[in-house]
């Protein structure tokens, strides 16, 4: 299927389908006019790649880890590689970190009010 098709059947602009290209997470053949050209997997491999960016995984890691993610007939699952376990626990860790941050400011900002 042609780009503009993958991008219909999966919900993503052609732009972001072309960043995934450049960020190497997708890997379409080129036909002899070099107009892209991707395969039935490219859908489920793009589902993947939204799965991963919404769980906060930049490109690096996701090109990383996209092995470790499988989409079946219920959706996308992740085989826990233990290095993505070790990922996703420091972005937990620094999503902990920030909820504690806005927490603090806002405790600032309600003092602010009551003075």
């Given at each position: 299927?042609?780009?503009g098709?993958?991008?219909?059947?999966?919900?993503?602009s052609?732009?972001a389908?072309?960043?995934?290209?450049?960020?190497?997470?997708?890997?379409?053949?080129?036909d002899a006019?070099?107009?892209r050209?991707y395969?039935?997997?490219?859908?489920?491999?793009?589902?993947?790649?939204?799965v991963?960016?919404?769980?906060?995984?930049?490109?690096?890691?996701?090109r990383?880890?996209l092995?470790?993610?499988?989409?079946?007939?219920?959706?996308?699952?992740?085989d826990m590689?233990?290095?993505l376990?070790?990922?996703?626990?420091?972005i937990?860790?620094r999503?902990?970190a920030?909820?504690?941050?806005?927490?603090a400011?806002?405790?600032r900002?309600?003092a602010?009010?009551?003075?």
């Amino acid at each position: 299927m042609l780009i503009g098709e993958l991008a219909e059947r999966t919900g993503v602009s052609v732009r972001a389908l072309r960043h995934y290209e450049e960020k190497e997470l997708l890997a379409p053949e080129r036909d002899a006019n070099s107009y892209r050209y991707y395969d039935e997997s490219a859908v489920a491999v793009v589902a993947q790649i939204r799965v991963m960016l919404e769980a906060g995984l930049n490109a690096a890691a996701i090109r990383r880890y996209l092995d470790c993610v499988r989409t079946g007939e219920h959706g996308v699952t992740v085989d826990m590689c233990p290095e993505l376990s070790d990922e996703l626990d420091r972005i937990a860790a620094r999503l902990a970190a920030q909820q504690k941050a806005l927490e603090a400011t806002r405790r600032r900002l309600d003092a602010l009010r009551s003075a």
